[in-house]
């Protein structure tokens, strides 16, 4: 068995309906329809992804706390032993709500993109969306407590942070005036912007992305110990570089891809997690031969031909528009010919 016989991890976008509308949306979601599964289509999925013996799940989406079943989901995988982190905006969580979700699951990570809710709003494109996911925070910071006050294992709960220029002067700011507001939160993980999906198109390299020299910086050591000891006591912080995803010819012929499936809602695998296409879903056939398939992608002559030459974050952006064009369906490339440049 080598390194990508099998994914090392599962992310699984299991909606696209959000009530956000991030400018840097992976997924696209609240801005496209969003195939419905019931529970018993989730579990077989759960089923399929657990057949591949992954070392880690993450659910994200689109809201997954708008799917029905998902609870479900959250049950089978801790029966299998697997451990899950759920992704949520933070947009409409109670006090029940948040301990429910501490139980069910190993890790929840809620996004927070701005330190203020001016530069958060802005981003997420919803006015009190700071204000609901800081609420959030305060809310699973509460139970987790409560747990812990009744002698079992707290919750875990974190934040995570996308980069981008519009935040980029708050990142000192989330661990010296958010992080201290919710006592109980485990980790705050920075991951760099990468050019897919909404944050892929024309003009967002330009505008949003950080350029090389800004991402360089961000994920040097140095500057990762400076944040480190802003932090509260306790608080683990960590900063993402993804870049490995580009699925780059160089990363994958000396090994160095992490391989990753993402999954769409309606079960169909990506061929590669950052761009579009699929090669089939898991409701229909076995996820090994679909993981194969997606392997096969990363070699396939036009994948090659369009990232060998990428050196800059510009490059890559052009990149993904070509590869997700290349290989979308006839819907992919409708979204993406509706896509507006940046900044609208
Ligand atoms: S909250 Fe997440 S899924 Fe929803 S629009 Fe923002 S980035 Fe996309």
Redesign the pocket.
Known sequence: MNATSTPAGVIWDIT?A?????S???????RRPSPQPTTRQLLRMADAFLSLRPRQIVI????PLLVPGLFDVAARFSDAGVPVTL?T?G?RVDRPLARELLRAFPTVAV?LDGATAEVHDRI??RALSYARATNTLRLLDEASRGMREQGAAPGAFGVDV?VMRSNLHQIETFCTTVAPRFPELGHLVYTLTLPAGLAGREGFADHELLDDEQARWLTGPHWLEHLQSLAPAGLRVAVEDHQRQMTHPDDVAQGRIVPLMRVAPDGGVHAMPVYEGTVGSVLDEPPLVLWERAVARWSDPFVVRTLAPVKTMRDWAEAVRLIDYHFGSPADRARIDRRPAFPV
């Open positions: 696209y959000c009530p956000l509308r991030c840097h949306c992976y997924s696209e979601s609240g994200t989406g689109g809201e992704y905006s947009w996004s997420r494109g996308a």
